[in-house]
């Protein structure tokens, strides 16, 4: 897959891989597509990839930084939004480990 050409394309791509793996009501679909589509946006302005060419340290930087001001459950949230991703990219198993952090919960306990 070629990188996006801009963060409105890598949430198109971002909002085409989950759609096929959400389940759910049209509302629960629609929102976590969008959350997906919003975050592979920050990343694409950040480095200009999209969610086919994302490393472990896009994710983390997304994470640690764009999310550190939303409540504990909207991080959980975006956490799940960025797992099912993960898993839809085939990259979840090798990242988890690096991908701890507060956010795993919805408390935000670590």
Not at 6 to 22: F, Q, T
Request: aromatic share 12%; hydrophobic share 35%; proline share 5%.
């Amino acid at each position: 897959m070629s990188a996006p050409r801009n963060a409105e394309e890598a949430g198109r791509v971002a909002k085409r891989l989950l759609s096929r793996s959400v389940r759910g009501g049209s509302v629960t679909v629609r929102t976590e597509c969008e959350r997906a589509a919003r975050a592979a946006g920050v990343i694409w302005c950040r480095w200009q990839v999209g969610p086919w060419q994302w490393q472990q340290k896009h994710v983390r930087w997304f994470l640690e930084h764009r999310t550190k001001e939303y409540s504990a459950w909207t991080r959980y949230r975006y956490w799940l939004t960025v797992e099912r991703m993960l898993r839809v990219i085939k990259r979840y198993d090798d990242w988890a480990p690096g991908l701890k952090g507060p956010w795993l919960s919805p408390t935000g306990d670590p």
